[in-house]
C-alpha cells in the first residue's frame, strides 16, 4: 500500500486518470479558467497567480497523491488521492476540480470509480471525502457513489476568500462498494 502504488495511470476508455507531470500543467490552468466563479466555493484559488503558487504547494505537499483528469487526450481537471494511511486502512479522495465541458455528463463517476476501486485494489478499505457544505453538486456526486454522510465539521476551515466553511464528510467503506 504505498503512496507510489497510488500514483498510477488507471483508464476508463477515453476517460485517464494521470499522476500529474509537467505535461499537465498547461492544460490545467485553461481547464481551472473555465468556471471563475466556482473558486470562491474553494479552499485554494487556482487562478491567475493564484494557479501559480497553488502549483509550487502541490510539489511541497507531501500527503498527496495528484493527477491530471483527462478526456480524449485533454486536461480537464485535477484529483487527489490524499494523506494515505496504510496502517489504517484509509485514504481521502479530495481536491477534484473538473471543468463545466464535462460536468452533468458520466465523466466524474467514472473518475472516481476508477480512484475508488484502485484503492481498494491496494488494500486500503476505508475512503473518505470532504465537501464544503456550499458545493451540493459535489455533496450529491459523493452519495451517488455510495458514501455515506458521517457528519458535518462546523466552522472547521478558512478559504482563501476569508469564508470559514462547514465541512461534510462522507465515508465508503471497501464492502459497501457497489461499483
Not at 497567480?49 to 481537471?77: I, M, N, T, Y
Not at 473518475?111 to 451540493?136: P, Q, S, Y
Request: hydrophobic fraction near 40%; charge should be negative.
Amino acid at each position: 500500500m504505498a503512496r507510489a502504488e497510488l500514483a498510477t495511470l488507471l483508464v476508463d476508455g477515453e476517460v485517464t486518470v494521470e499522476p500529474f507531470a509537467a505535461q499537465h500543467v498547461d492544460g490545467l490552468r485553461e481547464a481551472c479558467a473555465q468556471d471563475r466563479e466556482i473558486w470562491e466555493i474553494y479552499p485554494v484559488n487556482m487562478l491567475d497567480d493564484g494557479f501559480e503558487e497553488q502549483l509550487k504547494a502541490f510539489h511541497g505537499e507531501e500527503g498527496w497523491v495528484r493527477f491530471a483528469l483527462c478526456h480524449a487526450g485533454r486536461v480537464v481537471g485535477t484529483s487527489s488521492y490524499i494523506h494515505p494511511s496504510p496502517e489504517n486502512g484509509t485514504v481521502m479522495i479530495g481536491g477534484t476540480y473538473i471543468e463545466p465541458s464535462v460536468r452533468g455528463t458520466d465523466f466524474n463517476h467514472r473518475v472516481k470509480k476508477l480512484m475508488i476501486e484502485h484503492a481498494f485494489a491496494c488494500g486500503f478499505w476505508r475512503i473518505e471525502f470532504t465537501v464544503d457544505t456550499r458545493n451540493k453538486r459535489s455533496m450529491a456526486a459523493v452519495q451517488k457513489l455510495g458514501a455515506k454522510h458521517e457528519g458535518t465539521l462546523r466552522r472547521n476551515r478558512t478559504t482563501w476568500t476569508g469564508y470559514v466553511r462547514n465541512t461534510a464528510v462522507f465515508g465508503l467503506l471497501k464492502e459497501e462498494w457497489a461499483g
